[in-house]
């Protein structure tokens, strides 16, 4: 079992950049699947960034294509979001999420077998 920590998230300026980490304990974030999600006032957890268990696979939301960066840093049980060129819509609160069970990238919550308590990223016009 592992468990997940966000942080890194705050309020930003549109066009402005933040970093999302998704710190890991109990076992290593090599041995999962990883993605990020985010979940916007009034709407529905959605899929932001995905990173396949071997690390060289990702897929990201076409809304933040080209803007976001998911990572791992095995070294230090830590999984990333880069957010760069920031827009009043990406903010939401931001989930990450480990998958036991599939090694691929995964684009669906349910595959995902454990969260985050979630980090607040609220970007102003």
């Known amino acids: 079992q592992v468990q997940l920590v966000e942080s890194g998230g705050g309020l930003v300026q549109a066009g402005g950049s933040l970093r999302l980490s998704c710190g890991a304990s109990?076992?290593?974030?090599?041995?999962?699947?990883m993605g990020w999600f985010r979940q916007g006032p009034g709407k529905e957890r959605e899929f932001v960034a995905g990173l396949g268990m071997s690390g060289g696979l990702t897929y990201y939301a076409d809304s933040v294509k080209g803007r976001f960066t998911i990572s791992r840093d095995n070294a230090k049980n830590t999984v990333y979001l880069q957010m760069n060129s920031l827009k009043p819509e990406d903010t939401g609160v931001y989930y990450c999420a480990a998958s036991a069970r599939w090694i691929g990238v995964l684009k669906t919550s349910s595959k995902y077998d454990y969260w985050g308590q979630g980090t607040q990223v609220t970007v102003s016009s």
């Open positions: 109990g076992r290593t974030v090599s041995n999962y699947a």
